[in-house]
Structure formats: C-alpha cells, structure tokens
C-alpha cells in the first residue's frame, strides 16, 4: 500500500501546455519534497515545502503544500521538452516516504 | 564535486550467488540508505545508517546486509540473491535523517538482475 499516492501515473502532453501533478496522503507530514527523476540517473530534489499552504516557485514550476500538510500539488507552466521525466513526492514524517511518482513525457 | 558514487551500473547474477554494490559519498556525510526502485511501487527503503557503526532496517530489509566501517563507504550485500531482488538499487545521502535542511543526494543507480 502506498503511502504517498501519485497522479496521474502517466502524462503525456505537447510542448506549451500546462500540467497539475498531484501527491495525496492520508499521513500528515512535517515536510514534503519533489524529486525529478531521468532516465539512467538518481532523483535530484526540487524543492522542500513545510508550511501548509506554502507555495513556492520554480522558474515555471509551482509546488503547493496543502493546508492540511497532507497533499502536494506540482504545476508546470508552458511545458519544455526538457521537463520530461519522472517526478517523486516524498513525505517526511518519523521517517521519509517516497511515491510511486508521475511519468511525465513533454513532445516537441 | 560532490557526488554518491555506486558500482557497478549493471550487474547480472545467478540464484545464490553472493554479491556487493558498493556505495560512496564525498561530502562528509553522517546519514547514508539503501533504497530499491520497482514499478509501481516507487523507492523502498531498504536499510539505513546514522552513522559510522550504526545501522537500521528500512521497509524491505529482507534478504540484504549493509555495514557502515567508514563514514563514506555503505555498501550493500546479498548474500544469497533471489530473482525477487532483481530491482534498480540507489544509495542515498544526507547530512542527517531529518531532510528539511538537508536533502538526499542520490546515486546514479545499480540496475540488478538475478535469474
């Protein structure tokens, strides 16, 4: 059973379009990152949110922690084929839990 | 430049054999883990270390060793593989477990095949 529940699992999308990506927890966590997986590599942390309700920002990347600290939202704007690749959630609570993540593919 | 540094990249074995993937940060830190990458699943913990001397079970700690004699080095052994370990393994790094202020630094990956 995941902890940390990733969606959607699989995203496809055109080079200039926007995505949401959600990670959605029953567990309150007392920080939440996002990783971006590629191919033949590690993950590499994006960002750490804390607060609930924090928003941070990235270039065109928008992460959101929930109210609650439970959820996270990851939001790409005008996507880059250079944004492709998998994308992980991972809740700290006692220890730190990691999502199945979301396979994003961005075509020229 | 800092980095975590695993070997080999790929490894193909047969049922039983004993085999090591070796593991190795060059940024002094104190935490090190072993984590296993499957569809669906996302990445498992394995085993985990706080320090030289001390580890600690993760989620799936059946069917593998770690030691932690030096603080840079945590390899990870199967003493006897299972096709059910065939897996993509990474080693992480931090400076403590607590990751707010210290994100893990990944290794590239050992791809693992046992048939």
């Known amino acids: 059973t995941q902890l940390l529940e990733q969606s959607p699992q699989f995203l496809s999308i055109q080079e200039g379009e926007n995505l949401t990506v959600y990670c959605n927890s029953s567990?309150?966590?007392?920080?939440l990152q996002w990783y971006r997986q590629e191919p033949g590599e590690g993950p590499v942390l994006l960002v750490t949110?804390?607060?609930?309700?924090e928003v941070k920002k990235l270039k065109r990347l928008t992460f959101q922690f929930g109210d609650a600290r439970k959820d996270s939202s990851l939001h790409i704007t005008a996507a880059q084929p250079g944004d492709t690749g998998l994308y992980l959630c991972a809740g700290e609570g006692y220890d730190m839990r990691f999502g199945a993540g979301t396979r994003l593919t961005v075509k020229p | 430049e800092a980095q975590v540094t695993q070997n080999p990249r790929y490894l193909i074995t047969v049922t039983g054999k004993k085999l090591t993937v070796t593991c190795s940060q060059n940024?002094?830190?104190?935490?090190m883990s072993w984590y296993r990458q499957d569809p669906g699943l996302g990445l498992r913990q394995i085993y985990y270390s706080m320090n030289v001397e001390v580890t600690d079970k993760g989620d799936v700690p059946e069917g593998y060793k770690v030691s932690r004699k030096e603080k840079r080095n945590f390899p990870l052994i199967l003493e006897s593989p299972s096709p059910n370990q065939t897996s993509l393994y990474f080693c992480?790094?931090?400076?403590?477990?607590?990751?707010?202020?210290?994100?893990?630094?990944f290794g590239n990956g050992t791809r693992l095949t046992v048939t």
């Open positions: 567990s309150v966590f007392s920080s």
């Open positions: 949110v804390v607060t609930g309700g």
């Open positions: 992480a790094s931090s400076r403590g477990r607590s990751s707010y202020n210290s994100p893990l630094h």
């Open positions: 940024m002094n830190h104190e935490y």
